[in-house]
């Protein structure tokens, strides 16, 4: 694979634009927004990895799992900074093969996850599992228990960061690698870069806590994968009534989305109809279901899920209100 490298003069003018386009970047609503939405999001994992994986011993295929393998073999670094180390390597390949975008916000998010670890262990001292029972005078542990919590914790806080384009760093970015590469889901990803490092636990660990942290990282792929579905998903809505240009106008001028209108033809009364076609977000068709509730209209509607939208329904561009006129029921209205 050939890359065209910029001449002298095209690298002092992308110098030159960078303070511009920094300010303007700091100066959006949106910049700041995601800066305090991944600052949670790792805040929410340093907690999964300080009150369940940590006290567990557990290694995850992760690169918290392959800090805690350092940190057991060099114990003259702490975690955090065994993370970090491990972070910043992965954040030079993420600059490299998969984005500037990408790399500026998982730099971020991987940098302060360790500080944030490292914090969690002044604030919040734990000397053992949060799920260890007495049995007999003898503290009893459940690392399965906190195999689970912490799964679910972090799955929570990836996805969040996978849908604004960052992530927790480490394995997320070896994850990333093999989604953009290999064009498999980002849950097949995680588990196959997961396996990976959970490998590498052979070394300090007993084979059964490996195998749970095998085990901890194919549950990670498929929790993850579920979220990420969650998140992205749509609802596909059909709606039939004598009042479609009302309803029409509603969706394109209030809720600010695109429609189709299809001719149909009932079936039984043979009766022809115009059914508008909408894709909606689900807080969108709540709207919409209390408006017609509220004008007491009473139309035929059905609706179904959909996973995934490409296309011009995600730049969603205000427009000036306008009194839409009666058409051709076969137009289409983006």
Request: net charge neutral; charged share 15%; with cysteine.
């Amino acid at each position: 694979m050939k890359y065209n490298l910029s001449s002298k003069e095209e690298l002092r003018a992308k110098l030159q634009a960078l303070p511009a386009q920094t300010a303007q970047t700091l100066s959006t609503p949106k910049f700041w927004f995601e800066l305090i939405l991944m600052t949670v999001a790792m805040f929410i994992s340093a907690m999964a990895v300080h009150f369940f994986l940590k006290p567990s011993g557990l290694i995850v295929g992760s690169v918290t799992g392959l800090g805690i393998v350092l940190s057991k073999i060099m114990p003259f670094f702490s975690l955090g900074t065994h993370m970090v180390i491990i972070n910043t390597i992965l954040l030079i390949l993420s600059f490299l093969l998969i984005g500037n975008e990408f790399g500026a916000k998982t730099c971020y998010t991987a940098l302060i996850l360790g500080p944030f670890v490292d914090l969690m262990s002044v604030l919040f001292p734990i000397d053992g599992s949060l799920f260890a029972q007495e049995v007999h005078g003898v503290m009893v542990a459940n690392p399965w228990f906190d195999l689970l919590c912490f799964i679910l914790v972090l799955s929570a806080a990836q996805a969040i960061l996978f849908s604004i384009n960052a992530s927790t760093g480490g394995l997320d970015i070896l994850a990333k690698i093999i989604n953009k590469f290999l064009r498999v889901p980002l849950g097949v990803a995680v588990t196959t870069a997961g396996g990976l490092i959970c490998c590498t636990a052979f070394l300090t660990s007993p084979v059964g806590f490996v195998i749970m942290g095998l085990v901890g990282t194919w549950l990670n792929g498929l929790i993850l994968d579920y979220f990420m579905t969650q998140m992205s998903s749509r609802t596909r809505v059909y709606i039939i009534s004598d009042e479609w240009e009302y309803i029409r106008d509603y969706i394109i001028n209030d809720l600010n989305r695109g429609v189709t209108i299809h001719q149909v033809m009932g079936g039984y009364s043979r009766e022809e109809h115009q059914q508008i076609e909408c894709i909606l977000t689900r807080e969108e068709f709540g709207k919409l279901l209390d408006h017609l509730r509220a004008k007491k209209l009473n139309p035929f509607i059905t609706s179904d899920p959909v996973s995934e939208v490409y296309g011009m329904w995600r730049k969603k561009v205000r427009r000036d209100r306008v009194k839409l006129e009666p058409g051709n029921p076969n137009e289409r209205t983006f």
